[in-house]
């Protein structure tokens, strides 16, 4: 899975014109981009752990219902996207952002991820068990051997 995602990413690597990078030879063929992986820590119960500890203390809890947490996470997706609004294409890795662009982007994203994870606490959804569940259908509704390299929805493909 991790092979095919990096593949993916290569496609996109030099979009708007980006000086060429590390992961493209200067042939312009492209070889394996640089790797990325997160940090173990914190797990997404870490995370739901501390937000609720960050809650508790400020007595906040009676407003975080499910439809707020709703509320709040997609205004803070349109945080992100205001970042990236007006910019045209962003290649992989944003090699034209400033570090302080790069670190609004982090504190947006995990805005997302917190309310993310604190929705699914509140409407009792294991969400690391629930991604491994649908994961495994995503694998079953597109086998590899028959989309490779195709974007289409799973309705487009006929057996
Ligand atoms: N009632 C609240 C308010 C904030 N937070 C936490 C979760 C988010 O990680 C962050 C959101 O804070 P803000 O609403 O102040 O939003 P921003 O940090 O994005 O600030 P701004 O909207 O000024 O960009 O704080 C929370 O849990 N519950």
Same mark, same amino acid.
């Given at each position: ?47 739901? /752990? ?16 499910? /439809? ?10 349109? @945080? ?8 045209? @294409?962003?290649?992989?890795? %944003? ?6 662009? /790069?670190?609004?982007?982090?504190? @947006? ?6 309310? %993310? ?6 409407? /009792? ?6 991604? %491994?569940?649908?994961?495994? %259908? ?22």
């Amino acid at each position: 899975v991790l092979e095919s995602k990096m593949r993916t990413g290569t496609e996109s690597a030099a979009v708007n014109g980006a000086a060429p990078e590390a992961g493209r030879l200067s042939n312009g063929a492209e070889e394996r981009p640089q790797r990325f992986a997160f940090s173990a820590e914190p797990s997404m119960e870490d995370i739901r /752990r501390m937000q609720a500890e960050f809650t508790d203390e400020r007595a906040w809890n009676k407003f975080h219902q499910p /439809r707020n947490l709703l509320l709040a996470m997609v205004g803070e997706v349109g @945080e992100v996207a205001e970042l990236f609004q007006w910019r045209g @294409e962003v290649a992989e890795g %944003l090699p034209d952002w400033s570090e302080s662009e /790069r670190e609004q982007l982090a504190h @947006e994203l995990s805005d997302v991820l917190i309310y %993310l994870v604190e929705l699914a606490e509140k409407c /009792r959804v294991d969400l690391p068990q629930a991604v %491994l569940r649908k994961m495994a %259908l995503n694998r079953l509704k597109y086998p590899a051997s028959k989309v490779h390299g195709s974007a289409k929805k799973y309705t487009e493909y006929k057996d």
